[in-house]
């Protein structure tokens, strides 16, 4: 039973650039939760995706955007990069609406200079 | 604002040496509260999800509780292996989907 994956696996940006992650769910999931972590710090959460729509967003500005494909995979994009988004990127799959329980991949580690 | 608070914030054992850790929580409106651990480096591996007070639920040498305002981890007699920070997250009707997590207690179990 394939887990969450996600690609790259660490990426190196400079401030201005723009950066895209990716994030495949859990087999029989349909949707993705994406969250930031901090050095130290707990996951914040981004923003979810369900039926291919944003379904709910946390406090993040709008350089953070994304979506989600037929095959319930997602991307994550982040414009105009600042060097606080030096984070690890970690995405989350879950299924249905309202099932509670949401498993992680194993993030991806950006850091811009 | 909803909020999750843990403590401690590191905490080290000996193999063997039982103890708990402690996640409190905004009561109103809780819909779930979650217990993960993480790895260095590595994407937070889910342990046990709790919904009303009174629950418990146990995996190998873990167990968690949920009381009216806080929850638990209790870790019987650790091993090295255990090492990690231990995450844990809430959900409340507030906020659908979103979970929101602690900082963490970082667990150190010496042999």
């Known amino acids: 039973d394939a887990g969450v994956t996600q690609s790259p696996t660490h990426l190196i940006k400079t401030r201005g650039q723009q950066v895209t992650l990716r994030c495949s769910p859990k087999?029989?999931?349909?949707?993705v939760s994406w969250y930031q972590q901090a050095l130290g710090q707990g996951p914040q959460f981004i923003f979810q995706?369900?039926?291919?729509?944003?379904?709910q967003r946390g406090n993040f500005p709008d350089r953070f955007s994304g979506h989600q494909f037929p095959n319930y995979s997602s991307e994550l994009n982040v414009n105009a990069l600042l060097l606080g988004d030096s984070a690890l990127y970690l995405c989350?799959?879950?299924?249905?609406?309202?099932?509670?329980?949401?498993?992680f991949g194993p993030g991806t580690r950006l850091l811009v200079l | 604002e909803d909020q999750v608070t843990q403590s401690p914030e590191a905490l080290r054992l000996q193999e063997g040496e039982s103890s708990s850790l402690n996640c409190s929580y905004t009561?109103?409106?809780?819909?779930?509260l979650f217990w993960y651990r993480q790895d260095p480096g590595k994407g937070p591996e889910f342990l046990f999800t709790?919904?009303?007070a009174g629950e418990e639920k146990e995996k190998e040498r873990l167990k968690a509780t949920l009381t009216k305002k806080e929850s638990f981890l209790h870790i019987t007699a650790p091993k090295p292996e255990d090492s990690a920070t231990y995450l844990c997250?809430?959900?409340?009707?507030?906020?659908?989907?979103?979970?929101?997590f602690g900082t963490g207690t970082r667990l150190l179990v010496s042999p």
């Open positions: 989350a799959s879950s299924f249905g609406w309202s099932q509670e329980t949401q498993y």
């Open positions: 087999s029989g999931h349909d949707t």
């Open positions: 009561v109103s409106g809780l819909r779930g």
């Open positions: 995706y369900y039926e291919e729509e944003e379904r």
């Open positions: 709790l919904y009303s």
């Open positions: 997250a809430a959900r409340w009707n507030t906020g659908f989907q979103k979970l929101v």
